[in-house]
């Protein structure tokens, strides 16, 4: 059973280059008007050094295909360029080269959350990255950014049932022993890859776990277009799109047809295990929040046949 933050969906403004140096978010700002954060109470200049160093490391380490943007090929550094984060994060060239060089200038949380998102940061990433700013993390609770220990454990408790939290954009969050069992590993996947609709389209033992492949895929890249509409712009949702459609040519053609379907809170979905053999399951959505955000998914046995191969995999 394993759990993953994976970086929250939060909205972004564009920050055109030309106005970044004249924005007051980009000023550079007098001691005086600093937060009284434990970041700023050492030594700011040790610690913008930090996070410069920090951001390029992270930035280095990333090749283009990750985040869905072509290959130019050989490169006279590794990882993105700078002028590649900024457009990945919606924001201006100089003022991320800016933040990467050390200048003494404020940064938003909001601003940071988008460049955590351009670099695939991982929960502790994030975190570092905010710490080292000196900003408060704004964590919008609409998509539920940390699954606690509270739901967690209703995942287990739900076990011999699969069970699974996913947000809108079908990152796996969390899930059961079962869920694994049916499904196939997720732990030893880095956390941008616990994501469905990857899975359906590049890892094909993944894919040979459903009765109806072309159907599951379908419904969710028509799902998927969906949810975009309310995420356009969003960096975490346009490196995903970019991402698949590289790698996948099945999803491309997919999405090409521009069909639309609205999430549902259940619905009947087909297995193939290969111990087991196959099993026909009811799926029930429930949401944790307010909104359409993040949803634990558990599936229950359709049929006495299908309960039998439950128990006989929950054995194994």
């Not at 930035?59 to 130019?72: F, N």
């Not at 459609?245 to 047809?257: D, I, K, L, N, V």
């Amino acid at each position: 059973m394993s759990t993953v933050n994976i970086p929250v969906d939060t909205a972004s403004r564009p920050l055109p280059d030309a106005l970044a140096p004249h924005t007051d978010a980009l000023a550079p700002s007098a001691p005086n008007e600093r937060s009284a954060s434990p970041a700023h109470t050492a030594s700011p200049e040790l610690r913008r050094q930090e996070l410069a160093a920090f951001l390029r490391s992270r930035r280095e380490r990333i090749t283009p295909e990750q985040v869905g943007l072509p290959s130019t090929g050989r490169r006279r550094t590794p990882g993105l360029r700078r002028e590649e984060v900024a457009q990945l994060a919606s924001v201006g060239v100089t003022w991320y080269t800016w933040l990467e060089q050390g200048r003494d200038i404020q940064v938003s949380g909001q601003v940071l959350a988008a460049v955590s998102r351009a670099l695939l940061l991982d929960p502790n990433e994030r975190t570092h990255l905010y710490t080292l700013a000196g900003a408060a993390d704004p964590m919008p609770s609409k998509d539920c950014p940390i699954v606690t220990p509270v739901v967690q454990r209703v995942l287990d408790q739900l076990s011999p049932l699969p069970a699974c939290v996913l947000n809108a954009r079908y990152d796996v969050l969390a899930y059961n022993d079962m869920y694994v069992k049916l499904l196939g590993e997720l732990d030893d996947l880095p956390f941008e890859q616990r994501n469905l609709i990857w899975l359906l389209f590049t890892d094909p033992e993944y894919r040979a776990r459903y009765l109806d492949p072309e159907a599951a895929s379908r419904t969710v890249v028509a799902r998927l277009r969906t949810g975009l509409a309310e995420h356009v712009g969003d960096p975490a949702w346009k490196a995903l799109l970019n991402r698949l459609r590289q790698a996948s040519p099945e999803f491309e053609e997919a999405w090409a047809r521009y069909d639309v379907a609205a999430q549902v809170a259940g619905g009947i979905k087909g297995f193939v295990h290969p111990v087991v053999g196959s099993l026909r399951m009811n799926y029930t959505s429930m949401w944790l929040g307010p909104r359409q955000g993040a949803r634990v998914t558990v599936y229950t046995p359709i049929d006495e046949d299908s309960e039998a191969r439950l128990q006989q995999l929950a054995r194994l």
